[in-house]
């Protein structure tokens, strides 16, 4: 009798772990998109901020086997330029571009609200809450942009929505584009007019 309670056990544990995804969560809504690139975009923020890391580290002992210290004022400079340029210049630009790289996209029907999930400055999730009113496209098209939420902008990619519907209310696409209910409202008053 122990035994089968034992492997039963085992048995709803395993059906549970593969069913239930490490991305389900149920307060966000349901999942709608999920970013190809957002292992890549973590991997070469952590590389970029383990070097700069070393490079802080490095830096005095750097200068003291050098003797850069001693050398001129011009040489110094061009060093600190070059090592700050790998410090902090690299790691502020990479997470400039790819803040708005979208993980995860959840949508909330009863509600009409999406739950963006990207990555802060330390490589945490970050949830960004939005309404689909909120959303604005672009108007020219911008490298890392598809759209603003609010006003923060959000990268993602059309083709790995699994349902194109999605995509295209998340835009605002599957609305009329011909007429809009206060331009129908404004005819009718002009004809009783």
Do not use: C, W
């Not at 998109?33 to 901020?49: E, I, M, P, R």
């Not at 400039?96 to 999930?117: C, N, Q």
């Not at 605002?172 to 809009?180: A, N, P, Q, R």
């Amino acid at each position: 009798g122990f035994i089968f309670q034992v492997t039963t056990f085992q048995g709803a544990a395993v059906r549970s772990l593969s069913t239930s995804s490490p991305h389900d969560h149920p307060e966000h809504g349901r999942l709608v998109y999920k970013g190809n690139l957002a292992k890549t975009v973590l991997g070469v923020k952590f590389f970029s901020y383990s070097t700069s890391i070393f490079n802080l580290f490095m830096m005095p002992y750097i200068m003291l086997k050098s003797g850069i210290g001693v050398e001129s004022l011009l040489v110094q400079a061009a060093f600190y330029g070059l090592i700050g340029i790998f410090t902090f210049v690299t790691p502020v630009t990479l997470h400039i571009l790819t803040k708005g790289y979208v993980i995860r996209l959840y949508y909330k029907d009863e509600v009409d609200t999406y739950t963006a999930i990207t990555y802060n400055a330390i490589l945490a999730e970050k949830v960004t809450v939005f309404h689909q009113k909120d959303v604005k496209i672009p108007d020219i098209t911008k490298m890392f942009t598809t759209f603003y939420a609010k006003t923060k902008s959000m990268l993602v990619n059309p083709t790995l929505f699994p349902n194109p519907q999605d995509y295209n209310h998340l835009m605002g696409y599957d609305k009329s584009s011909f007429f809009k209910f206060e331009d129908l409202e404004e005819v009718k008053k002009a004809d009783e007019r």
